[in-house]
C-alpha cells in the first residue's frame, strides 16, 4: 500500500473506538430507559441508522484503501477517491446523529443533509474506484 493509503486507513481504524462508544451510549441509553430515546422514534431510528452506517461504511472504506492503488488514475484522481470515499463514513453518521440533537426533537432538521452529501460523496468515489479498477 502507499503511504497515502496507509495513512488514510490509519485514520479511518481511529475513528472504530468512537463507532464502538457510540454503541455503548445507544445501549446506556436502552438498558437506563433515558428519557428522549426509546420514547422518541425518529431520534431512535436516526441514531440506530447514523451508528449502522458508520460501523459499514468504515470497513467498506478499509477494504477499499487496498484497491485504490491497484487503480489505472492518476494520482491526483486517486488522492479524490480516498477523500470522497472516507468522507462518506463522517458525514452520513454526523447527518443522522446532528439532525435530532436534542431529545425533544421530532423531525429531522436541516443538518440531515449531511446524510444525502455523504451518499454522494460514496457514490462518486466508488464510481471512480470502480472505473479506475475495470480499466487498467
Do not use: C
Amino acid at each position: 500500500m502507499s503511504p497515502a493509503s496507509l495513512t488514510t486507513a490509519g485514520i479511518l481504524l481511529v475513528t472504530v473506538p468512537t463507532i464502538a462508544f457510540g454503541g455503548a451510549t445507544l445501549l446506556r441509553a436502552i438498558g437506563s430507559r433515558a428519557p428522549g430515546y426509546l420514547d422518541n422514534p425518529v431520534r431512535r431510528g436516526l441514531w440506530r441508522a447514523g451508528h449502522a452506517h458508520a460501523g459499514v461504511l468504515v470497513l467498506f472504506s478499509l477494504v477499499a484503501m487496498l484497491y485504490v492503488d491497484q487503480a489505472a488514475l492518476p494520482e491526483g484522481v486517486r488522492t479524490l477517491a480516498r477523500v470522497l470515499i472516507v468522507a462518506a463514513p463522517i458525514l452520513m453518521p454526523l447527518g443522522f446523529f446532528l439532525s435530532v440533537v436534542r431529545p425533544s426533537d421530532t423531525r429531522p432538521s436541516k443538518l440531515i443533509w449531511l446524510t444525502f452529501l455523504g451518499g454522494a460523496s460514496f457514490a462518486v468515489g466508488t464510481l471512480i474506484l470502480g472505473l479506475g479498477l475495470l480499466f487498467r
